[in-house]
């Protein structure tokens, strides 16, 4: 189109080409909202331009009656814009379809997508909306700096070059490309707590405070996830050096001293870090508390059930190691099909 280059179009052209590396081979993940037709039309014409090439992958998760519908709509906008190859994926989804199993399914379908194209990359077109969402989220949790950091603008091959803009300037630039964008009748309902963010909390906390509370929120995050990762590093470094030698597979040892002479901020990183290295989740504050009481040699000597089959106890002195030894130690629950014996049976493992 001729004439003056609204500003919303310009920096939603700038956020990709600051974020895709120069020659990707991208797929850009359209649901047909306006913020993914935002991006596609953003992708196209720095496609058009040589500096990237850019397919496109559509998810039906046949939620709602119409969803087949709205997806060949996507696919056809994003085909009209240039974009190939379109992709259109259906995986399905259990029962009614919770949100987290929506996103478990939508993520398997841009996994398999970058298999069968050999794409470097899935753009998705989160906003400056949704990371402040995410934020209030997060202290709402009250579960610490990680969960202050937002979305990530990089992980892995996913990419979301839009977390500086407002959901408005990417109605703005469908505005100017003539993209027919379509609004989720379920983004309108109060149930889900996201919902209730974006539709009450936000605009109280706008209108009480004045205009910029989502840019702050959003700086917020670029602040938090800066010293999360650094303190991440930090505590990696640490498991290393308290680490101890162990015959047995599927368990780490970690020098009790060590532990009790780390601040805080670290020393429920470090077991953190531990317990996800033996192939647990991420465990809850309240157990990563517990253990932090098992370190301080308050109450017994555990085990403590930590998340995904990972218990933690403190080894005694006149343990197998030997007297000199003092450490706390972190077993698998099920080591080659088997339930490890011993302190496993401790009552203390069913809190």
Request: proline letters at 6%; charged letters at 20%.
């Amino acid at each position: 189109m001729g004439g003056h280059l609204p500003a919303a179009v310009a920096a939603a052209r700038n956020a990709v080409r600051r974020l895709v590396p120069r020659g990707s081979f991208v797929l850009v993940a359209c649901s047909g909202g306006a913020d993914s037709l935002a991006l596609a039309a953003a992708a196209a014409f720095l496609a058009g331009k040589g500096e990237l090439r850019a397919g496109a992958v559509v998810v039906d998760h046949a939620l709602q009656e119409d969803s087949a519908a709205v997806a060949a709509q996507a696919a056809g906008q994003v085909r009209a814009l240039g974009l190939s190859p379109v992709l259109v994926k259906a995986p399905g989804v259990e029962g009614t379809g919770s949100e987290a199993q929506a996103r478990t399914a939508r993520y398997a379908a841009f996994a398999e997508a970058l298999e069968e194209t050999g794409a470097d990359h899935v753009l998705l077109g989160h906003t400056l909306d949704d990371q402040a969402e995410q934020v209030i989220l997060g202290l709402a949790r009250g579960s610490g700096t990680r969960s202050l950091a937002g979305i990530p603008a990089t992980r892995g091959p996913y990419l979301r070059p839009f977390l500086g803009l407002r959901r408005a300037q990417t109605e703005a630039v469908c505005a100017h490309e003539a993209l027919d964008y379509w609004t989720d009748p379920t983004n309108l309902e109060r149930g889900p707590l996201r919902n209730r963010v974006r539709l009450d909390v936000l605009p109280v906390l706008e209108a009480a405070l004045g205009p910029g509370v989502a840019e702050a929120l959003a700086r917020t995050a670029l602040l938090a996830r800066a010293d999360a990762d650094h303190l991440d590093r930090l505590a990696q470094d640490a498991l290393e050096d308290l680490l101890l030698p162990v015959a047995a597979p599927g368990c780490l040892a970690l020098d009790l001293a060590g532990l009790r002479a780390l601040g805080p901020a670290l020393r429920g990183r470090v077991l953190r870090a531990a317990a996800v290295r033996l192939g647990g989740e991420n465990p809850t504050l309240e157990r990563i508390a517990a253990t932090e009481r098992l370190v301080d040699g308050a109450g017994s000597a555990g085990p403590v059930q930590l998340a995904g089959h990972v218990a933690a106890y403190r080894e005694r002195p006149d343990g197998p190691h030997g007297p000199a030894r003092r450490a706390v130690v972190l077993e698998g629950r099920v080591l080659d099909g088997r339930v490890p014996e011993g302190p496993a049976d401790h009552p203390e493992a069913a809190g």
